[in-house]
């Protein structure tokens, strides 16, 4: 199957500094990728839409200006958080969808576990 | 707005026993339906995906059902092992295009 790889896989940082998470699809194009986070012991939520080309589609509640997506090629979507605060830690989930597939199968990275001092 | 519930939210059984994840959303309209692994700290490891016209999908000792109309889908494991313990996830999607509604998860325990 596809695979989708996140770097770094986790990161340790102090509270007001940025922190850029990168999500590839390795052996295929994805035209658009997914952000999502997910806080402990709950579910993923999702944070935004990540499109080749494009601005990305945010989710209700979830600050664009903070949460930078750049998706500047078919195989790399960027998730940034800027001004990282304690509140921000979180585990950063990314997947992209194979369109070769035909059942549209979403692949999903390894995660990046963000600390915040 | 589609929402995911997953019942129970955490289940302890011995080894060998077979059990019963349950899944359910409020929205039938749905393109497909998949089951995730999610081990402490690590990312998801997809399971089995429905498509919204099959009935079920088999893979080794797990075999998921969807009854589309009810909104419903159960996760069946078979003669369960220790290391199959983990979080398993049920999420579904609209379209193939769309990000996908993923339930708060079963914390599952098996003990040896």
């Known amino acids: 199957g596809a695979v989708v790889s996140q770097h770094p896989s986790w990161v340790i940082c102090k509270s007001g500094t940025s922190v850029k998470i990168e999500c590839r699809s390795l052996d295929f194009q994805a035209t658009t990728m997914f952000w999502y986070r997910q806080f402990p012991k709950q579910s993923l939520m999702l944070m935004a839409t990540?499109?080749?080309?494009?601005?990305?589609?945010?989710e209700q509640g979830v600050e664009k200006d903070k949460f930078l997506i750049n998706h500047a090629s078919l195989t790399l979507s960027t998730l940034t958080v800027t001004s990282a605060h304690p509140e921000d830690s979180s585990f950063y989930i990314c997947?992209?969808?194979?369109?070769?597939?035909?059942?549209?199968?979403?692949?999903f990275g390894p995660g990046t576990r963000l600390t915040v001092l | 707005k589609q929402e995911v519930t997953q019942i129970p939210a955490a289940l302890s059984v011995p080894e060998g026993e077979n059990l019963v994840l349950n899944c359910s959303f409020t929205d039938s309209a749905i393109y497909n339906l998949q089951w995730f692994r999610q081990d402490p700290g690590k990312g998801l490891t997809s399971l089995l995906l429905?498509?919204?016209?099959?009935r079920e999908q088999t893979s080794g000792r797990l075999n998921a059902s969807l009854d589309k109309s009810s909104g419903r889908s159960t996760l069946y494991i078979a003669a369960s092992q220790p290391g199959d313990s983990a979080t398993y996830l049920c999420?579904?999607?609209?379209?193939?295009?769309?990000?996908?509604?993923f339930g708060k998860g079963t914390r599952l325990s098996v003990i040896a």
């Open positions: 429905i498509q919204s016209s099959q």
């Open positions: 999420a579904v999607s609209i379209s193939g295009n769309t990000p996908l509604v």
């Open positions: 997947s992209a969808r194979d369109a070769r597939e035909s059942t549209d199968t979403q692949y």
């Open positions: 990540s499109n080749e080309g494009s601005k990305a589609t945010y």
